[in-house]
């Protein structure tokens, strides 16, 4: 039954990877070099996308929506990977988490989830990682494709592959992104990226 549950919730995800936003042309040699000004100053999106976790105890997918505006981040997950809705509301040292069993609050995302929920993400560095850059507080490595794009990103003891990637606004941002970490692994699809001007 869980290898069911695990087949079926990663099909899921794979499914929704024909919805995401489709390549606005090619990638060349130089253009990710060219554009790390603006991804590094990149601090305000809306993001719409799926997300599927495996863990030895839980098999779960859910919607995503994400708002990040500077350091304040809002992530909406509806469905399953979230007991129905949950949303995620903070900035550094004030994390809120709220579903049907009520509204929580704790210094971390991390441990607040990891309380709530019985597991966690690294919500801390995922502003970071989730553009395909790594976060400022501690040592990483990354691993780039032959058009010198991330490939994969190794950080506090978690492995970021990015394997898919869409041009909007003229920048090349991920469309498909694995972070394994032991026995977890999280599958996040982008099915709309907008970028804003920094708030």
């Given at each position: 039954?869980?290898?069911?549950?695990?087949?079926?919730?990663?099909?899921?995800?794979?499914?929704?990877?024909?919805?995401?936003?489709?390549?606005?042309?090619?990638?060349?040699?130089?253009d990710?070099?060219?554009?790390?000004?603006?991804?590094?100053?990149?601090?305000?999106?809306?993001?719409?996308?799926?997300?599927?976790?495996?863990?030895?105890?839980?098999?779960?997918?859910?919607?995503?929506?994400?708002?990040?505006?500077?350091?304040?981040?809002?992530?909406?997950?509806?469905?399953?990977?979230?007991?129905?809705?949950?949303?995620?509301?903070?900035?550094?040292?004030?994390?809120?988490?709220?579903?049907?069993?009520g509204?929580?609050?704790?210094?971390?995302?991390?441990?607040?989830?990891?309380?709530?929920?019985?597991?966690?993400?690294?919500?801390?560095?995922?502003?970071?990682?989730?553009?395909?850059?790594?976060?400022?507080?501690?040592?990483?490595?990354?691993?780039?494709?032959?058009?010198?794009?991330?490939?994969?990103?190794?950080?506090?003891g978690?492995?970021?592959?990015?394997?898919?990637?869409?041009?909007?606004?003229?920048?090349?941002?991920?469309?498909?992104?694995?972070?394994?970490?032991g026995?977890?692994?999280?599958?996040?699809?982008?099915?709309?990226?907008?970028?804003?001007?920094?708030?």
């Amino acid at each position: 039954m869980r290898r069911l549950m695990v087949i079926a919730a990663f099909a899921l995800i794979a499914g929704c990877a024909t919805q995401a936003p489709g390549p606005n042309g090619t990638r060349h040699i130089g253009d990710w070099k060219s554009q790390q000004t603006q991804i590094e100053a990149l601090d305000a999106w809306t993001l719409m996308g799926k997300v599927a976790l495996s863990a030895p105890d839980t098999h779960q997918s859910a919607n995503l929506d994400w708002t990040q505006a500077g350091t304040h981040y809002r992530m909406l997950l509806t469905g399953p990977f979230g007991a129905g809705r949950t949303t995620l509301d903070g900035e550094p040292g004030n994390v809120s988490l709220s579903n049907s069993e009520g509204t929580f609050s704790a210094p971390s995302p991390e441990a607040l989830m990891q309380s709530r929920l019985g597991w966690s993400l690294p919500v801390s560095a995922l502003d970071h990682w989730v553009k395909a850059e790594p976060a400022p507080h501690s040592d990483s490595n990354i691993e780039r494709d032959e058009l010198g794009f991330p490939k994969t990103l190794e950080q506090d003891g978690w492995t970021i592959t990015y394997s898919k990637w869409t041009n909007v606004d003229s920048l090349w941002l991920p469309g498909r992104i694995s972070m394994i970490q032991g026995e977890l692994r999280v599958v996040m699809i982008v099915t709309k990226w907008q970028p804003e001007a920094g708030k």
